[in-house]
Structures are given as structure tokens and as C-alpha cells.
């Protein structure tokens, strides 16, 4: 099924971001904890794409189990930035012959050994490049393209970041999932400015439960992302205790969704970070809310 059919729905939805394994030997126990997050039943899920491609298969045997076994219907990560073309044209051959019918198209990030080379050598720069070439690939897939609320680190400024925004959003990109925000009026406020710059497409915001105080600090750095100060207070106060930070973590991000949701969003796009019980508590706080339509246009 087409993420983007789910989203036209307007009902109130979640859906799981989850990662593959780095080595062959964790594939089988990484792939387990997917399976039992798609048992929560998501409105879909997305995996993830190692930098390099190297772990490219896991994503797509991960994804094809959680849609073929659990009926979820799956987006597979696709990353461009330090691929050949015959790589991608294979890769995207591949994602049509396993009944994928969603890709998520990026660039990838810039690892310091790639910033070291040539860049008119390389097959792909951005990836509005990738996007073009899997519409060039006649293939009739559902395209996502990332977003950036607080403007992506590389951009000079918000106003050049959202016109290579809408760029890809013209290139065929059918909605957009956002970095991972920690204060929703920074989703409404670039939500705002993308619709006046005249992106149109579905746009679903990406929450991140923070569950343990090592995890902050990781996404910080990994985003860049605004902590709000309420945030801060609750892992200053309950950090050294897991479970308690847990606890907070999860009702935090409920809290935004909720919010999210009082406030027009349908989607959300939840980075479960391979974590079976944090989304199945999600779901859980969320149960009277979800698969409603609250007629929300
Ligand atoms: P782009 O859209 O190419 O943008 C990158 C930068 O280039 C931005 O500053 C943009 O403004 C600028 N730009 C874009 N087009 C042009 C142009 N034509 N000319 C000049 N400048 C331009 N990484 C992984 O390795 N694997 C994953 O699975 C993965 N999943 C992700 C999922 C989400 C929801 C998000 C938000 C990020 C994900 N990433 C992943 C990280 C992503 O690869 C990095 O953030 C990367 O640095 C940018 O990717 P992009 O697709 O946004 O790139």
C-alpha cells in the first residue's frame, strides 16, 4: 500500500521508523524486535539505510518480512550520496521486484572521508537527483523526501533550505517526514513557511521518545535538534533513574502528539529506535485517539 493513500485518509495515524543491523549476526535478533514493533500495528513503517549502502540488504529483507508476515505496509530508506548510478538503478530494481512500493529518497550524510573527494565525481549530489531518477525509473512508487524544521545544518539559511525543499517536491517527492523535532511551534512555524512557499504535500512531523539520558545527548548531536527547557527538566530530574526517565520520556512524547494532533496533524512519524515496549506504550496512551477521523481537512 502507498503511504501516501494512508495519509489522504485523514484519520489519526503513527507510524514506526525502525534500523537495520550493522552485521550479519545481529540480523536475525535486530529483525525479531521490527517484528514485534509491527505487531503493535503502525500505519506503516519505515527502515532505515546504512551510509554506504553496505547494509542495504537488511533493509530490504527487514521491510519485505514486516509487510508480507504483519500485513504493515513498509518505506525503504534510500540513500544516493556515495552510490554509483548502477548501484542505485540495481537498488531500485530491487525494491520493485520485493513489492516495496515506498521509498524514501536521500541523499545521506556527508562522512569526513567523502567531504575529502571529489565532488565532480560523484553520481549524485542532493537527492532531488535521487528522486528524479527513481520517477525516470517508470516504476510507480510512493516518494519521501526528509525535511528539516530547524534548517539542515549545511543550509546558509531556512529560506534557501525550503527552496531545495520544494525543488525535490517538484522532482515527484510525495510527502515529507521531518527531522525530529522536541518543540512542536518549530513544526508549526516551518509548516507555515513551507505552505507559503507552496509545498503542498502531507508533511509528517518525526517525534523521537527520549528514554534514557546517554539518548539525549546522542540525538542532540545526531539533529542538532532545540531541547526545550521542559524537556531539560525532565531528564535533569529523572535521568539517573531509568525507569523513571523511561516513563517521562514516553509521556513526553505523547504529550507532542497529542498536540500535534489537536492541532491538525494526522501523521506522525515516530522514531522507536528499535524499542518493541516504548512503541507498544505509545500506542497504548494513544488508543482512543488513533484510526478516527476527526474531520480534520
Ligand atoms: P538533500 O535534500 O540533498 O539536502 C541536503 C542539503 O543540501 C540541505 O542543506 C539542502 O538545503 C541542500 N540542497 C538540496 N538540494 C540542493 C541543490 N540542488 N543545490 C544546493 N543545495 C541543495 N541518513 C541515512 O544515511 N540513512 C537513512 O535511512 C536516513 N533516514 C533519514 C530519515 C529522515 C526523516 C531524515 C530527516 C534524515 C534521514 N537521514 C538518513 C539523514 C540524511 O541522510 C541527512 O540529513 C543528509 O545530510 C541530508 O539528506 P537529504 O535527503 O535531506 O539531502
Known amino acids: 500500500m502507498k503511504i501516501i493513500d494512508i495519509l489522504n485518509k485523514k484519520t489519526m495515524s503513527l507510524s514506526f521508523e525502525v534500523f537495520p543491523p550493522k552485521k550479519e549476526t545481529s540480523f536475525e535478533s535486530v529483525k525479531e524486535t521490527t517484528e514485534k514493533i509491527a505487531e503493535s500495528k ?20 527487514i521491510a519485505r518480512t514486516i509487510e508480507e508476515k504483519h500485513g504493515v505496509p513498509t518505506m525503504a530508506h534510500l540513500t544516493c550520496v556515495s552510490s554509483s548510478k548502477d548501484l542505485i ?22 562522512t569526513p572521508e567523502l567531504e ?15 528522486i528524479r531518477e527513481i520517477k525516470e525509473s517508470g516504476y510507480d512508487f510512493c516518494i519521501g523526501g526528509a525535511c528539516y524544521p530547524e534548517v539542515h545544518p549545511e543550509s546558509e539559511n531556512q529560506r534557501e ?15 515529507l517526514v521531518s527531522q525530529m523535532v522536541f518543540d512542536n511551534n518549530l513544526f508549526y512555524n516551518f509548516l507555515y513557511k513551507i505552505r507559503e512557499a507552496g509545498i503542498m504535500v502531507p508533511v ?22 532545540f531541547m526545550p527547557q521542559r524537556f531539560k527538566a525532565i531528564v535533569d530530574y ?38 518493541p515496549d516504548v512503541a507498544e506504550t505509545i500506542m497504548h496512551n494513544l488508543s482512543n485517539i488513533l484510526w478516527k477521523d476527526y474531520g480534520v481537512k
Open 89 to 110: 538503478h540495481n537498488k531500485i530494481e530491487e525494491i520493485h521486484s520485493m513489492g516495496i512500493e515506498n521509498i524514501m529518497a536521500l541523499r545521506g550524510d556527508l
Open 204 to 225: 509528517i512531523p518525526g517525534i523521537m521518545p527520549i528514554t534514557n539520558a546517554i539518548q539525549v545527548e546522542k540525538a542532540i548531536k545526531l539533529s542538532g535538534s
Open 238 to 275: 529523572f535521568g539517573q533513574d531509568p525507569e523513571s526517565m523511561k516513563q517521562a520520556g514516553i509521556a513526553y512524547a505523547t504529550d507532542q502528539i497529542i498536540d500535534l494532533y489537536a492541532n491538525g496533524v494526522t501523521n506522525v512519524h515516530v522514531y522507536s529506535m528499535n524499542k
Open 161 to 175: 533550505d525550503i527552496k531545495h525543499l520544494k525543488e525535490k517536491v517538484d522532482a515527484g517527492a510525495d510527502f
Open 42 to 61: 503502525p500505519a506503516f513503517m519505515s527502515v532505515t539505510y546504512g551510509a554506504g549502502g553496505g547494509t542495504s540488504r537488511f533493509t530490504l529483507d
Open 116 to 130: 575529502n573527494t571529489d565532488r565532480s565525481k560523484w553520481d549524485y549530489r542532493h537527492a532531488v537527483e535521487l
